[in-house]
Nanobody, 121 residues
Framework: QVQLVESGGGLVQAGGSLRLSCVATGRMVIINDLGWYRQTPGNQREFVATITRAGNPTYAASAKGRFTISRDNAENTVDLQMNSLKSEDTAVYYC???????????????WGRGTQVTVSS
C-alpha cells in the first residue's frame, strides 16, 4: 500500500494563494494517478484535480484556471498550487493515489489524512 502525507494547508484571505504538497511512500507499488479531493462538513468528498504518471492533468470546473497540479515521479510527490482563492474553496483537502501494488498483485487506492484550507472573505 501507499502512505500519503499532505502539507501546506492554512488560513488565507480571499484572492490569495496556497500550495499544497503530498508525499507518497510505499514499497513495490506503481503509482499511476495522483490527485486532490476536498470535503466540507456534511458533504461528499469532491474531485479537484488529478494528474497521470505521464503528466496529463484533469481539473474540476471549479478549479480550472485557478489551480495547477504538478507531480515529481522521482520524488513521488504531487503539488496543488491554488491561486485566486475564494471562500467556497474552504475545505479539507485530501491527497489521493491510484496504482498497482506489485506485492499484493492488485490495484489500490490510497488517501491521506487531509489538510485544512480556510479562505476568509
Amino acid at each position: 500500500q501507499v502512505q500519503l502525507v499532505e502539507s501546506g494547508g492554512g488560513l488565507v484571505q480571499a484572492g490569495g494563494s496556497l500550495r499544497l504538497s503530498c508525499v507518497a511512500t510505499g514499497r513495490m507499488v506503481i503509482i499511476n494517478d495522483l490527485g486532490w479531493y476536498r470535503q466540507t462538513p456534511g458533504n461528499q468528498r469532491e474531485f479537484v484535480a488529478t494528474i497521470t504518471r505521464a503528466g496529463n492533468p484533469t481539473y474540476a470546473a471549479s478549479a480550472k484556471g485557478r489551480f495547477t497540479i504538478s507531480r515529481d515521479n522521482a520524488e513521488n510527490t504531487v503539488d496543488l498550487q491554488m491561486n485566486s482563492l475564494k471562500s467556497e474553496d474552504t475545505a479539507v483537502y485530501y491527497c489521493n493515489a491510484r496504482g498497482f501494488d506489485e506485492y499484493a498483485g492488485r490495484g489500490f487506492t490510497s488517501w491521506g489524512r487531509g489538510t485544512q484550507v480556510t479562505v476568509s472573505s
